[in-house]
């Protein structure tokens, strides 16, 4: 196969869908005109209304980014104790716990969708456990009912991460319906952004109030302060783009499912990579599209294929690699130890995130698939990969 050339412009991992400028400097102007920047005026009520209705759920409140509404969910459950939670996840997730005073629990993933195994959560309950926090990783639902059914045996609470899982339904129920609360991530690089931002998602109507005190200082009203709270508001320019996102957030959807579609077809017979297709009944988001590199089937390794596409001017992330459990901070925990999360240990070793945004082209998506191939091929015929020239 003739040796594809490098791409002239890099291709990052992914770029934010962006909405109509000019609709953006209307929304400035009003803004502007209001002199209203912050502390939950009529851009937030706005949103967070109409985010409501998107997402299908009883209760929405919005914060300045995730992990600030993540920390606000733990607190209003006031957690205690340890929470059970995956090591294949984002650094935010585990480092929550910590500032919540609360110890995460690693447990192992499953294989095949690379969340939270239910079947070995119980095994690690113990007196002090007080919540579970699984992650929908990349977008894939966690096995809600299993997860549910261990939480209600032992009197814990669930709370979802669901940083990746913006827009998605399960048999048509929204996921943010699950669990005690759900957080959803609107940093920069999600399919849904407000630049930075964050919400969660929740059933009990008791625990709006508690979270609208927690972001807001605890100010109850000008002269009453009743929680010692904290500042996560949204402000109002946040709160305008996740307004002008949600017009433009099934378009993104459906061109990056187009994408993931050529991907699948065009990896689908290399040896060594794998990648997870549609679960039945689930309404996918398609945030991004990962694949595992199996070294001995492939013919070069997950870090070498990292830096061959880098090369071409490919950039790729090693989604979630090193674990969690494998920080600095962590990892003398018990539960940090490699032999407790073989699955996990496996899948952070293997992992790759290629780029997929809806402005890719199909044909970069097909070059891509090219580079790929090609070092595939490298492999089947025993050829010395390093030795295979990048043209430009
Ligand atoms: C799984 C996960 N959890 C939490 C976060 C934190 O969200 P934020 O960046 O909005 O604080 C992120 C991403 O940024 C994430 O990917």
Redesign the pocket.
Do not use: I, P, Q, Y
């Given at each position: 196969m003739k040796t594809p050339k490098s791409f002239e412009q890099p291709v990052y991992v992914t770029r934010p869908p962006l909405p109509d400028r000019n609709a953006v400097y209307r929304k400035i102007d009003e803004i502007w005109d209001s002199q209203w920047l912050t502390n939950i005026g009529y851009q937030h009520k706005l949103f967070e209304s109409k985010l409501q209705e998107y997402l299908a759920v009883p209760n929405v409140s919005l914060f300045c980014?995730?992990?600030?509404?993540?920390q606000m969910a733990c607190q209003a459950l006031r957690l205690s104790g340890e929470v059970i939670t995956t090591p294949f996840?984002?650094a935010?997730?585990p480092h929550?716990l910590y500032w919540n005073n609360l110890k995460p629990v690693f447990c192992d993933i499953e294989p095949e969708t690379f969340n939270l195994d239910p079947q070995r959560i119980e095994s690690l309950i113990s007196p002090q456990t007080t919540a579970i926090l699984p992650?929908h990783?990349f977008g894939y639902p966690c096995n809600i009912e299993a997860i549910q059914e261990i939480a209600d045996k032992y009197g814990v609470r669930v709370i979802y991460?669901a940083?990746?899982c913006f827009g998605v339904e399960i048999n048509g129920n929204p996921i943010g319906i699950f669990g005690d609360l759900s957080?959803f991530?609107?940093?920069a690089?999600?399919i849904f952004h407000t630049f930075?931002?964050?919400a969660l998602t929740f059933k009990d109507n008791s625990i709006k109030e508690r979270l609208e005190l927690s972001k807001n200082f605890g100010f109850r009203n000008e002269e009453t302060i009743v929680v010692p709270g904290i500042n996560g508001k949204m402000n109002e320019f946040q709160a305008a783009l996740g307004t002008l996102m949600l017009d433009i957030i099934e378009d993104e959807m459906h061109k990056r499912k187009k994408l993931v579609m050529i991907y699948r077809e065009r990896l689908k017979n290399i040896a060594g990579i794998n990648f997870r297709g549609d679960i039945p009944g689930v309404k996918h988001n398609y945030y991004n599209f990962a694949i595992t590199v199996d070294a001995t089937e492939f013919g070069i390794s997950r870090d070498e294929l990292y830096k061959t596409l880098k090369k071409y001017n490919i950039f790729t992330r090693k989604y979630f690699y090193p674990l969690c459990s494998q920080f600095q901070c962590y990892r003398n925990y018990p539960s940090s130890a490699p032999e407790n999360l073989p699955v996990a240990e496996r899948v952070s070793k293997s992992i790759l995130t290629l780029p997929l945004y809806g402005s890719l082209r199909e044909a970069d998506i097909h070059k891509i698939c090219d580079i790929i191939a090609t070092y595939a091929y490298s492999s089947a015929y025993n050829l010395n990969v390093s030795s295979i020239c990048y043209s430009n």
């Open positions: 980014n995730g992990t600030m509404a993540l996840t984002f935010a997730t929550v992650v990783v991460d940083a990746h957080m991530s609107f940093h690089t999600k930075e931002g964050g």
